[in-house]
């Protein structure tokens, strides 16, 4: 047996019940066969595999915390430190029931080659909790989010891991763990990004995984001679991804028609009315339901359905594994030209497939998201010269990196053969990186 297909095997017996890790684990190793291969020998002995798979850390806590009620719970608490190979463990914490370590590890190995990619000095890491942040008072979520970086301030620091915000995880939460983080350890420094701009956060941030995401879209349309203007495109999610994802392509001159939630989806033929959603989504931490309310000639409906819906291009900005071989079918059915993955591994391994079978463009989430992670490193940066940039220099930036990972993904793919194949282009040109830093630094 090949050493990826032994490592895949060992992956899947040593970490069960992980179905996710190991489907990234998968994805990942599947596309760096050229290298392994042609090293075989040397990595075995070296055991670079095993290193890449097996995080460095992972801290498991308790999360006691009390409600309004004064009734007291317990929930899970996660950070896994995956890889340091480039630079500090850097990536966010995710509050959502579905929390589990297998969740974490998926997202924290995803992070380590998706930070690579931003040409930035950051290693990959991930946390979280399995805390519902949903219908929680303002109160109850301060003192989760205290008792939460209780244990954690133990773990990270501005040089050794520095999380952010993920799924249920925004500005308020960041807020309340790095007053928290401040007051045990007594530093003010750069050991969370998200920050409000009044105490060390970047601006650009809030908006920029979903202004990145269409920087890398436009620039691969633009490339293939098409346009991102008068296309119309479907994005499913309704939070910080998907509304800074909707606004950019608005400004692109692109038409909009969806968003989603974890229980309904809208369709506006108008186009989705960003100013609305905001209010709905960021200030009154409603359901889309509401939508209807601002928008009269828009329709919600219950359950999931946004794939269905004729377009260009399609945006997945919610969750792992939120569109299927049927979605996948129905897309290229009506044509779709470009799929580019705002929200961590969104798209099934077989949906994947299916897509570079029938010559859709497809841009994997470690890639096409890798603009909120990029501009919190940018963030740290500013944090470390005690500066501030303005909104144009971030952004130029932010753009300038997303340009650029788009072409070092494309020409990773040309370099080993698998033109036009992003999966590929992206694992191998991230991989590539880590690697040489690994092997540089001893068998550690
Ligand atoms: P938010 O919490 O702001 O929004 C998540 C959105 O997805 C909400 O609309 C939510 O609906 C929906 N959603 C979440 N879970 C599910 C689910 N299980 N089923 C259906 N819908 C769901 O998170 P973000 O926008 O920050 O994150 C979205 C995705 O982007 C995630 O995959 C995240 O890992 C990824 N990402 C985020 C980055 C960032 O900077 N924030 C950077 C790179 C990637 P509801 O409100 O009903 O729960
Ligand atoms: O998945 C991701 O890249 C994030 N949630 C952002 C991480 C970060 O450190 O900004």
């Known amino acids: 047996m090949s050493y990826v297909d032994e490592i895949i095997q060992q992956v899947t017996e040593k970490n069960p019940g992980e179905p996710e890790f190991h489907q990234a684990v998968r994805e990942v190793l599947d596309s760096i066969r050229p290298i392994v291969d042609a090293n075989e020998e040397k990595?075995?002995?070296?055991?670079?595999?095993?290193?890449?798979?097996?995080?460095?850390?992972?801290?498991?806590?308790?999360?006691?915390?009390?409600?309004?009620?004064g009734n007291a719970h317990v929930n899970t608490g996660y950070r896994v430190q995956f890889n340091s190979a480039i630079g500090p463990y850097k990536g966010g914490l995710r509050l959502h029931p579905s929390v589990n370590v297998g969740i974490i590890k998926f997202l924290g190995f995803e992070q380590i080659f998706k930070n690579s990619l931003t040409g930035l000095p950051i290693g990959g890491g991930k946390g979280g909790s399995d805390f519902d942040p949903k219908g929680k008072s303002d109160r109850e979520i301060m003192n989760f989010c205290q008792s939460f970086m209780t244990?954690?301030?133990?773990?990270?620091?501005?040089?050794?891991?520095?999380?952010?915000?993920?799924?249920?995880?925004?500005?308020?939460?960041?807020?309340?763990?790095?007053g928290q983080y401040k007051r045990i350890r007594g530093v003010f420094e750069g050991v969370l990004t998200g920050k409000g701009l009044t105490f060390g956060g970047s601006l650009a941030r809030t908006e920029a995984t979903g202004y990145g995401l269409l920087y890398l879209t436009d620039e691969l349309l633009r490339s293939h001679a098409y346009t991102i203007k008068d296309k119309t495109v479907v994005v499913s999610g309704a939070g910080n991804v998907a509304i800074y994802a909707i606004q950019k392509a608005q400004q692109l001159g692109a038409k909009v028609v969806t968003c989603s939630d974890s229980t309904g989806w809208v369709y506006d033929p108008d186009g989705i009315d960003v100013a609305a959603?905001?209010?709905?989504?960021?200030?009154?931490?409603?359901?889309?339901?509401?939508?209807?309310?601002?928008?009269?000639?828009?329709?919600?409906?219950?359950?999931?359905?946004v794939w269905t819906i004729k377009c260009d291009i399609a945006l997945?900005?919610?969750?792992?594994?939120?569109?299927?071989?049927?979605?996948?079918?129905?897309?290229?059915?009506n044509g779709v030209l470009a799929v580019?993955?705002?929200?961590?591994?969104?798209?099934?391994?077989?949906a994947t497939k299916y897509f570079q079978d029938n010559n859709v463009f497809f841009v994997p989430g470690k890639a096409a998201n890798a603009g909120g992670v990029a501009t919190s490193a940018l963030e740290m940066s500013q944090n470390s010269e005690r500066m501030s940039w303005t909104f144009e220099e971030v952004d130029s930036k932010l753009k300038k990196i997303m340009e650029n990972l788009y072409h070092n993904i494309d020409d990773a793919a040309k370099k080993y053969g698998f033109e036009g194949n992003y999966v590929a282009g992206a694992n191998l040109a991230g991989f590539e990186k880590v690697l040489n830093a690994m092997n540089a630094q001893g068998i550690v």
Not at 44 to 65: C, G, M, S, T, Y
Not at 280 to 302: D, F, Q, W
Not at 316 to 333: F, M, S
């Open 43 to 69: 990595f075995r002995r070296d055991a670079v595999l095993e290193r890449l798979v097996n995080p460095e850390r992972q801290i498991k806590f308790r999360v006691p915390w009390i409600d309004d009620q």
């Open 151 to 178: 244990e954690l301030c133990k773990y990270i620091g501005a040089d050794t891991d520095v999380p952010a915000g993920d799924i249920g995880t925004g500005a308020r939460e960041i807020g309340y763990m790095f």
């Open 277 to 305: 959603l905001k209010e709905i989504k960021e200030v009154k931490r409603a359901r889309l339901t509401e939508y209807k309310s601002y928008r009269p000639n828009s329709e919600y409906h219950e359950g999931r359905g």
């Open 316 to 333: 997945p900005c919610a969750t792992q594994n939120e569109l299927d071989i049927e979605d996948a079918k129905a897309l290229v059915k």
């Open 340 to 350: 580019c993955e705002g929200a961590n591994m969104p798209t099934t391994e077989e």
